[in-house]
């Protein structure tokens, strides 16, 4: 018998949606929130929106933004202190998926105890988490329905996957209005992580129905919406259909897990700290190649999805353009830069394929790859 499970948070989409944050996190709960952001979504408006929300619905809130692009395990330690020092019995996110991470973080400490190593994995976090609600600011991370965690562990130099129900929000609240504010280069890092999700979500071993269609749907969406949200950051129609892209990636992946580019990307990301969606865009097209003789009647799919004409076509020739179409649209919206033009050496390439090799992503790729073929692919990345 065939049995899968499909976990997802309870989810208000819509512009102006941000204005339900207060009443939400009321609803599931909280009393004193502890809102996670960042300094640059504090510094578009969007923090002081969600506290008057939050006020207004009677809630005390304590505000911490003392993290990193690649949110650290330090970063972690200290806001967890702080909701602790504070007494706060409920975790806001409002931001990208930094913030977002480092909310789930914060909550699998306040009530797990211990160090975050400890529950590096699947499914190791035993005590329930406090109230969570997120409310994303980019179109990518998809963290505000996803049962993942990534945060920097600092000695080892590598991303720590955490991977359980329990962070999986309460509620997220999608509000496309709050993507406004990202610059045309973050738009780009972003949605190219969005469509990173999809595609390792369709293709993942653990891929069921349920996930295919968020997969496929994410796909498309980002196909058609991408190029004109990076030229124009005021296309609320793009915008919208990009957070819709972002939010049902984020559902495809949290189901279906994800694959080879992510269990390398964590890595990368560990070492030089630059956008998630950069080192998605370098990685990527080489793990379709690597990945494409295991499944070419998916990638056939995913090309049908990002617009080619696959029409007489075998299999494999139309799995072939779902690679032509996403380098093109790398090379579109400028992401278009091997791994040594955004600071990667290669003598640390045996290292990363070692940690990659460890990585929970890993299991669900759908081709096997050995240590050497992931340095084979990274060499090929540079």
Same mark, same amino acid.
């Not at 702080?82 to 504070?86: G, T």
């Given at each position: 018998?065939?049995i899968?499970?499909f976990?997802?948070?309870?989810?208000?989409f819509?512009?102006?949606s941000?204005?339900?944050?207060?009443e939400?996190?009321?609803r599931?709960?909280a009393?004193?929130? !502890? +809102?996670?952001?960042d300094?640059d979504?504090i510094?578009?408006g969007?923090?002081d929106?969600?506290?008057y929300?939050?006020?207004?619905?009677?809630?005390e809130?304590e505000?911490?933004?003392a993290?990193?692009?690649?949110?650290?395990?330090?970063?972690?330690?200290e806001?967890?202190a702080?909701?602790? &020092?504070?007494r706060?019995d409920?975790i806001?996110?409002?931001?990208g998926?930094?913030?977002t991470?480092?909310?789930?973080?914060?909550?699998?400490?306040a009530t797990?105890g211990?160090?975050? &190593?400890?529950y590096?994995?699947?499914?190791? /976090?035993?005590?329930?988490?406090?109230p969570? *609600?997120i409310?994303?600011?980019?179109?990518g #991370?998809g963290?505000e329905?996803?049962?993942?965690?990534?945060?920097?562990?600092t000695a080892r130099?590598?991303?720590?996957? /955490?991977?359980?129900?329990? *962070?999986?929000?309460?509620?997220?609240?999608v509000?496309?209005?709050?993507?406004?504010t990202?610059d045309a280069k973050?738009?780009?890092?972003?949605?190219?992580? #969005?469509?990173?999700?999809?595609?390792e979500?369709y293709?993942?071993?653990?891929?069921?129905?349920?996930?295919?269609?968020?997969?496929?749907?994410?796909?498309?969406l980002?196909?058609?919406?991408?190029?004109? #949200?990076v030229?124009?950051?005021?296309d609320?129609?793009a915008n919208?259909n990009?957070?819709?892209?972002? +939010?049902t990636a984020g559902l495809?992946?949290?189901?279906?897990i994800?694959?080879?580019?992510?269990?390398?990307?964590h890595q990368?990301?560990?070492?030089?700290?630059?956008?998630h969606? %950069?080192?998605n865009?370098?990685?990527?097209?080489?793990v379709?190649e690597f990945?494409?003789?295991?499944c070419p009647?998916?990638?056939?799919?995913?090309?049908?999805a990002?617009?080619?004409?696959?029409?007489?076509?075998?299999d494999?020739?139309?799995a072939a353009?779902?690679?032509?179409s996403?380098r093109?649209?790398i090379?579109?919206i400028g992401?278009?830069k091997g791994?040594?033009?955004i600071?990667?050496?290669?003598e !640390?390439?045996?290292?990363l394929s070692r940690?990659?090799m460890k990585?929970?992503?890993?299991?669900?790729?759908?081709r096997?790859a050995?240590? %050497?073929?992931? %340095?084979a692919? !990274?060499y090929?990345?540079?």
């Open positions: 018998m065939n899968s499970k976990v997802a948070p309870e989810i208000i819509g512009r102006g941000l204005s339900q944050i207060g939400s996190a009321l599931i709960g009393s004193r929130v !502890f +809102l996670v952001s300094a979504v510094k578009a969007w923090v929106q969600a506290v929300y939050l006020r207004s619905a009677g809630l809130t505000v911490f933004s993290l990193t692009t690649n949110p650290k395990d330090n970063e972690v330690t806001g967890t702080r909701y602790l &020092q504070a706060c409920g806001v996110a409002v931001g998926g930094s913030p991470d480092v909310a789930k973080a914060i909550a699998t400490l797990n211990g160090k975050l &190593q400890e590096e994995g699947i499914n190791r /976090i035993s005590r329930p988490l406090p969570m *609600l409310a994303p600011t980019t179109a #991370a963290s329905v996803s049962q993942f965690t990534i945060i920097v562990d130099r590598l991303k720590m996957s /955490i991977i359980s129900k329990s *962070l999986v929000p309460d509620i997220a609240i509000d496309p209005e709050l993507l406004k990202k973050l738009a780009a890092a972003t949605g190219l992580d #969005a469509l990173t999700h999809g595609i979500s293709v993942s071993l653990a891929a069921t129905p349920l996930t295919d269609i968020h997969a496929l749907k994410a796909i498309q980002i196909s058609r919406n991408l190029r004109q #949200a030229a124009d950051r005021q609320m129609e919208t990009m957070a819709m892209a972002a +939010l495809a992946f949290s189901n279906a994800l694959g080879a580019t992510h269990a390398m990307t990368v990301d560990g070492l030089i700290d630059r956008h969606g %950069e080192t865009a370098s990685i990527l097209p080489h379709m990945n494409l003789p295991a009647d998916r990638f056939r799919d995913i090309a049908v990002m617009g080619e004409d696959v029409a007489g076509l075998s494999l020739q139309a353009l779902a690679i032509v996403v093109r649209m090379a579109d992401l278009a791994l040594a033009d600071g990667l050496k290669a !640390f390439v045996p290292l940690n990659a990585d929970a992503c890993l299991v669900t790729n759908p096997n050995s240590i %050497e073929q992931i %340095e692919i !990274f090929k990345a540079m």
